[in-house]
């Protein structure tokens, strides 16, 4: 594989943890866009944020997001 687009991929990976890992932080603090879908801004269900504390969207938006990335 080209050298290049491994070193984008990663690259592309790495700001998504980033910003998975700032959301949460804001969201333990209580911060703006605590339970705010990441795409569409609406809630994200209590159930998820337990579930998954560091997801920034919402079920419908999250199932868009990886069929659009795949």
Do not use: H, N, Y
């Not at 703006?32 to 560091?54: H, L, M, Q, T, Y």
Request: proline share 6%; charged share 35%.
């Amino acid at each position: 594989m080209d050298e290049k687009f491994l070193e984008q991929a990663s690259d592309l990976e790495q700001a998504r943890r980033d910003e998975a890992l700032r959301l949460f932080r804001a969201r333990a603090q209580g911060g703006p866009g605590r339970d705010d879908c990441k795409d569409c801004g609406e809630d994200i269900p209590p159930a998820r944020r337990v579930a998954a504390p560091s997801a920034i969207r919402c079920i419908a938006c999250q199932t868009i997001f990886e069929r659009i990335c795949k």
